[in-house]
């Protein structure tokens, strides 16, 4: 086999200086804004917990039944003690955002900053506003007891798989993951069963991450039946798992 050498160009291998620097520069000041964001959400979302990460569709409309669900739902967990967190947006996030901020808990929004789609609702507590993914990935992570996921889209289901792959690979905390509406979760259950089960992609038991369930009181029964018998505070292995999300 011939070992040949191959040829990577390195920032150094820029033609002129100025603009090794100005690359340079700009890397390095977009690092520092990464992590002002991870220290702002620190400093913002440390005392909230309990709390209860909502995900669902911004493009749900206001006043639609799932829209009312998702209101029902914050408000219930609002009330039971649980700050809520949402994407910040419209739909489903500005209907979870808006059921907590009637409650006694605070509501709390991870806003996005998105060319489309994504502007800021008026029922937050709390409000951050992210221009990175995986940072207000991490927060919804980080500062969640439980996900309650309603039905969405591409990002809806971003969030979903990215929870149960930190829980599956034990890289994140054990948390209840609730789906609402099994009309709808019916179709990719069913897929992970048939599929992703059947062709050794994931064990059998995977699936019991998630359960899925109608009403506002099955979510916050669910959330507390997990945490019943061992509590709400974090096991020292739990805060040093969040170290390394």
């Known amino acids: 086999m011939t070992d040949r050498q191959k040829n990577i160009p390195t920032l150094r291998a820029i033609a002129t200086p100025d603009r090794a620097t100005t690359v340079k520069a700009r890397e390095s000041w977009q690092m520092w804004g990464i992590i002002s964001e991870f220290v702002e959400a620190s400093e913002r979302l440390s005392e909230i917990r309990p709390a209860v990460s909502i995900f669902g569709s911004a493009r749900t409309p206001a006043g639609s039944p799932r829209y009312e669900l998702a209101i029902q739902i914050a408000r219930r967990l609002s009330d039971a003690g649980f700050a809520v967190l949402s994407g910040g947006g419209q739909g489903i996030m500005e209907a979870a955002n808006k059921g907590a901020f009637g409650g006694r808990s605070p509501s709390v929004g991870l806003n996005i900053a998105l060319p489309h789609e994504q502007c800021g609702n008026a029922y937050q507590n709390i409000s951050l506003r992210f221009r990175h993914f995986f940072a207000r990935k991490v927060s919804f992570v980080k500062y969640a007891a439980a996900y309650v996921v ?49 062709d050794g992609m994931i064990d059998g038991h995977d699936l019991d991450l998630m359960q899925v369930v109608e009403t506002p009181d099955q979510v916050v029964d669910a959330i507390f039946d997990f945490y019943e018998a061992r509590g709400f505070l974090q096991t020292d292995m739990e805060r040093e798992q969040l170290l390394y999300l």
Not at 156 to 168: C, F, G, H, K, P
């Open 150 to 198: 309603m039905p969405g889209g591409f990002g809806t289901l971003d969030e979903l798989s990215e929870a149960l792959t930190l829980i599956q690979t034990k890289v994140g905390r054990r948390i209840p993951i609730v789906l609402v509406d099994a009309a709808f979760w019916e179709g990719l259950l069913g897929w992970m069963r048939q599929r992703l089960v059947t």
